[in-house]
């Protein structure tokens, strides 16, 4: 594991100086021709491939396989009374994104597409127990038995969760499902909102539904020494970022206050889940 671990930090590493060496280049070529080079990476971001990434569950519903939204969610918010703090939580996690997670992430793009998608596999495969018990105590019990099929195929036919043949080839789709979804399904409100540093937009319900979560991570129960379970996560976020398409950075050019459009549309988002 820590071989495995220290290889892939390899990558991430190596893919993050090439990033900076190329943007070195450019910058010394612009000095010579004022014209712009052109994007290498656009051809790779804009890869059919992203679009089945398999990933964790986020406020934007990137993979969400369901419409879940309606009328009624158009004005839906959450409640915000220590606004002050989230504020600068919100500023914290803005600069740590720009400035280290995004040039990571670039970095990393180096990495094909499918190995990357790969990865994202692997970490999806592995929140199946949360997903799994989550449908179980909200009673959708067809829900459950379709994430322990994904489980059997994808850790078998898939190596070990790298691909998602339950998906491909039999339309067995990802079920997201939480704690924090489960505790709104039986009536617990979503109390105030609370903005983490790194883990970004929350509320009370779900903030307690992660401590149990975290508990349910087969990651937990593997005996690793943290720095390694952090490397895991760390590698796990980067993936995500990796094959995103620039969704924060759409919010920051658009919206006239994006930690209220934030704020907003994560309220919608999990509402939504609870309701579909």
């Known amino acids: 594991m820590r071989i495995f671990i220290i290889s892939l930090l390899f990558l991430l590493l190596g893919g993050l100086g090439s990033v900076l060496a190329q943007d070195t280049v450019l910058n010394d070529s612009s000095a010579i021709n004022p014209e712009p080079a052109p994007a290498v990476s656009a051809i790779a971001e804009d890869s059919q491939a992203a679009e089945d990434f398999v990933a964790n569950d986020d406020f934007f519903g990137v993979d969400d396989d369901e419409d879940f939204t309606d009328g009624d969610l158009e004005s839906f918010d959450i409640n915000d009374p220590i606004e002050p703090f989230n504020r600068g939580m919100f ?43 989550s449908s179980v105590l909200q009673l959708k019990f067809t829900d459950a038995g379709t994430e322990l099929g994904r489980l059997v195929v994808n850790s078998t036919v898939g190596i070990a969760g790298l691909f998602d043949p339950a998906k491909k080839y039999l339309g067995w789709r990802k079920k997201d499902e939480d704690l924090g979804q489960t505790f709104g399904n039986y009536g617990v ?31 937990h129960y593997a005996g690793m020494k943290p720095m390694e379970r952090v490397a895991l996560k760390g590698l796990e976020m980067e993936t995500k970022l990796s094959l995103d398409k620039d969704t924060y950075e759409g919010i920051k050019r658009q919206a006239l206050d994006p930690y209220l459009y934030i704020r907003t549309t994560y309220a919608q988002h999990r509402e939504g889940k609870i309701k579909k």
Not at 191 to 215: A, E, K
């Open 91 to 133: 500023w914290f996690n803005d600069k740590l994104y720009f400035y280290l997670l995004k040039p990571i992430a670039r970095g990393y793009r180096v990495v094909p597409e499918p190995a990357r998608q790969s990865v994202a596999n692997f970490f999806s495969n592995l929140g199946t127990p949360v997903r799994f018990v």
């Open 189 to 219: 409100g979503s109390g105030f909102y609370i903005v983490w540093p790194l883990l970004g937009p929350s509320s009370v319900r779900d903030t307690v539904g992660m401590v149990g979560d975290y508990f349910l991570d087969p990651l």
